[in-house]
């Protein structure tokens, strides 16, 4: 069982810490929600997110649902790392979509957490569901 003031600072760290990181400033991604084992992350499409068919590439949509991964896992054992990342597209993301990503950590452990992620626009519609375990590191 994680220790819960050592959730609070972490959860604090990463809160503050999101608003200068290169990765989510460079894609326009923002954390909007964030607590103990969850985190919710949004991002506008731009014209610029589309692949050579005209549907927004994978990449983005996949680079949306780690980002939340990544603090939904930390928020219980900093720092983590990604050792397996599993993502199913179920519906194409249309390039004037804002997706959300919802990371829900299923359990975290001393050796390793396994979380959810969901991936919807803006009317809910499901556009991926992942899966990822993270280890911990040393700090």
Do not use: W
């Not at 990463?14 to 969850?38: D, S, W």
């Not at 680079?63 to 790392?81: E, I, K, R, W």
């Not at 959300?100 to 396994?114: F, K, M």
Request: proline share 5%; charged share 20%; glycine share 8%.
């Amino acid at each position: 069982m994680p220790d819960e003031k050592k959730v609070a600072e972490t959860i604090a760290r990463l809160t503050a810490a999101e608003k200068t990181e290169p990765i989510a400033k460079f894609l326009g991604m923002k954390l909007v929600e964030y607590k103990p084992g969850y985190a919710k992350v949004t991002m506008k499409l731009k014209p610029e997110h589309q692949n050579f068919n005209g549907y927004v590439f994978g990449g983005i949509v996949m680079s949306l649902a780690d980002q939340a991964f990544a603090y939904g896992a930390n928020s219980m054992n900093f720092p983590s790392v990604a050792t397996q990342f599993n993502i199913h597209f179920i519906s194409a993301a249309e390039p004037t979509d804002e997706l959300t990503a919802e990371c829900r950590v299923l359990r975290s452990g001393r050796r390793a957490a396994t979380s959810e992620i969901t991936v919807t626009n803006q009317s809910g519609k499901l556009i991926a569901k992942a899966t990822g375990v993270t280890v911990p590191v040393g700090e």
